[in-house]
């Protein structure tokens, strides 16, 4: 058995802590079993671990969550890095394809796909266990999840059962039962009717064999190598698995899941879940109430009397919302959409600390980086900025036009326009990194190949 | 006629906004007349000009607010800094003496004390005016303000005419009544009392003959020059001029004003004020009512649904309060105590942009320093911290032990801890700071003389 985790999303909702580079799933804000935080995502892959699945897993995420990824899940997972974000299907066809060709797994192999985000508890697993049984047993082609409704939501997708479920819990001998019909997010009066004819949410969790979806992958795309199928990639359409695959397939049998489930994609949903009310550096005062305080910043942040609100305050900016108002966010994204702030990248993170313009049309923008022990930044080179770099902790080896030299505390390096540099890092290596130029955009920027 | 003006406070009713270094009286956040922001020690300074008092204005005030009242006020006032922050007293024979030794102000000259920050109409200094004449008529030595109280606050201190007033508006020809009594800061049911009989808050305004305040002064320190005064400032008794003075006097005279008067202390008596909700990079949506917000920080704010708030972002922390609870600020004053992370000096600015500290027991501190043309900061030296500065915008020129070179943006500049370096603008400079070392205060700083 293979797990397949779709990591995506631009999580605009639960900003200024998530952006275009940290979707929610990085955000590192619930409560894990040994009292630290961790990820939605570093979440499901724990999960998945303890649920004794003994499947490897393969994240299939675009190149702005990739360094995300490595930097939280390390060698722990498969990595599938999708040359463009395409929707499910294309996503979901390339992982196959890495798994046959470059992991050797068999057509009969079964695979599970499911979202990198789910909240759930364990007993999530079990339903997906039996949805695997179920394609061994051949009782259907594609076994889907179907999670029992609590509301009528207009949000999600449901799946409607060839006959309505005769109890709340599968029957342990023959969970699968086929399904009738896929119906995408109906509206709410439509939605009550479904749940009304026993339909269910569909949990965006897939099981199949191999074979199954590499048949279908090779309709867009035929290939020799993998490498093809990554040349190709623009030729599977942009369509969701749902309406690809799902909708189309013959043989679809659905598993009950009848446990917790929650999608944490809103300040609101994911508040009620945390076991603290305040992160970071915060001061709350006795006469406030149900109001939860995110500070990554580095000032204090004090609350007097606040009612059922949400702060957040990270590098990207501030929100303060009414707890019933916050999925307004959407609203007033592209007027909030700046560069990222903040990112986690494999060799570390970096903060943007201050940025400024000029009036005579230059800017400076001053960020500080760490780079973890042993990592490097690529071998690079700006056009239309000069860096200088101001060491403030740790050890590394600092070059400039292929020489090196040592850096430390103390140490100022001037990097102008055009000359090639990189960095690494001996022991863990902060800095703060001055940017002069007219146009300070992470694009500005060439890659050459480095041996260190 | 000479006005003194009393700038004192340490701010932290105002915080973040304010802090120990900007006072609430240099918030620029009064809509002045034309169109632009003001401060209230500049409104109070345009105020006292438009009335036509034609008297010189002398500000007492500490070291920590001297670069303030020179950068908002520049040449237009007298400056005395008291050499230790000791009260009113000390501050007034100071101005005083200032007045009487380096202005040569004759001892019969009519001074009137007032604080730096009412916020008042205009027929408030027509008030000022009638007190002034009634010292100089000789009605009583020292003439004060009784302003009209709207509630019986037990915050002010009250006066307590001989006789009370027949009418509300002060008799022209004889607008100065005997005073039967000073009482300072009632609970609320003596403050009723004491409004039944006729009492009027306190408004902290004196008029008094330049020798009559001399000669109070001399008690404590005799002196031959101003600078023997400086040097003694400490033998003054540390109390404020109303238990030291006033309540002492035995010809007191009180000018009542009926007129608009607020003290705009804290955030609820500022925000009632104010002509706009939001100040800086804010966003708010239409569902929030009653709600001011405040973001100096260069990162935007968005508000959904906010009722009866007040948000204040700058570089010392964040608030967000309810409207009745922000006086509640007080208790948290000393928790939120840092460093300020914004300061307006003579030269020019400075914001903290970053602070890290280091397992190993060091720190790094950066700041974003602007210099206005033609200005220059001290020549110094460190003892705790080296410094690189790298340059943003701007040029000027750069002294590193007596050595001096041209700098414009795109320059870095090492100084190890113990070299003398001082910096001029030629034109707007702007630099980034990073301090390294292992105390990083304001106070690591021995200055040095240096002729440019």
Same mark, same amino acid.
């Given at each position: 058995m293979q797990i397949i985790l779709l990591s995506g999303g631009?999580?605009?909702?639960?900003w200024p802590l998530s952006n275009d580079a940290r979707s929610?799933?990085?955000?590192?804000?619930i409560p894990a079993p040994d009292g630290s935080m961790e990820s939605m995502i570093q979440r499901v892959v724990r999960q998945l671990n303890h649920a004794g699945l003994d499947a490897p897993v393969t994240i299939a995420t675009g190149a702005n969550q990739q360094d995300s990824v490595i930097s939280q899940l390390g060698e722990a997972v498969n990595l599938v890095v999708e040359p463009s974000r395409r929707d499910t299907f294309p996503a979901i066809c390339l992982a196959c394809e890495f798994l046959a060709?470059?992991?050797?797994?068999?057509?009969?192999e079964v695979v599970v796909v499911m979202p990198c985000d789910p909240f759930t508890e364990q007993d999530y697993f079990d339903a997906i266990r039996l949805m695997a049984k179920g394609v061994e047993d051949g009782a259907a082609q594609l076994v889907v999840m179907g999670i029992n409704p609590t509301y009528p939501s207009a949000k999600y997708g449901y799946v409607l059962p060839a006959t309505p479920a005769q109890?709340?819990?599968?029957?342990?001998? !023959?969970p699968v039962v086929p399904v009738r019909e896929f119906i995408e997010k109906p509206d709410v009066p439509r939605a009550e009717a479904l749940i009304r004819e026993g339909a269910l949410w569909n949990g965006g969790v897939f099981a199949f064999r191999l074979g199954f979806l590499l048949d279908l992958a090779e309709k867009y795309v035929k290939a020799d190598s993998y490498e093809q199928v990554l040349a190709n990639f623009?030729?599977? $359409?942009?369509?969701s698995f749902d309406y690809e695959v799902a909708e189309k397939a013959s043989s679809v049998g659905m598993v009950r899941y009848n446990g917790f489930w929650k999608d944490l994609g809103t300040w609101n949903t994911l508040t009620d879940e945390l076991a603290q009310h305040t992160f970071g550096n915060v001061v709350a005062d006795?006469?406030?109430? !149900?109001t939860h305080v995110f500070n990554e910043l580095g000032i204090p942040l004090l609350c007097l009397g606040t009612q059922n609100l949400i702060v957040a305050a990270s590098p990207d900016g501030i929100l303060v919302s009414e707890k019933g108002k916050s999925e307004n966010i959407k609203l007033f994204a592209q007027q909030l959409?700046?560069? $990222?702030m903040f990112e986690e990248r494999r060799w570390g993170t970096y903060s943007v600390i201050d940025f400024v313009e000029f009036p005579n049309g230059t800017a400076s923008l001053t960020k500080r980086l760490t780079l973890n022990p042993g990592c490097a930044i690529s071998y690079q080179r700006h056009t239309h900025r000069d860096e200088i770099w101001n060491f403030i902790d740790g050890e590394g080896i600092f070059v400039l036009d292929g020489v090196s030299r040592p850096v430390t505390r103390g140490d100022s390096v001037v990097i102008p326009a055009g000359h090639k540099h990189t960095l690494k890092a001996v022991t863990p290596l902060t800095f703060i990194e001055v940017q002069n130029g007219s146009l300070l955009i992470e694009e500005d920027i060439e890659r050459f190949p480095f041996s260190w």
């Open positions: 631009s999580g605009t909702r639960l929610k799933q990085f955000l590192k804000i060709r470059q992991k050797d797994v068999s057509r009969d109890a709340d819990t599968p029957d342990k001998s !023959n623009s030729a599977f $359409p942009k369509i006795e006469t406030g109430s !149900n959409k700046q560069r $990222p």
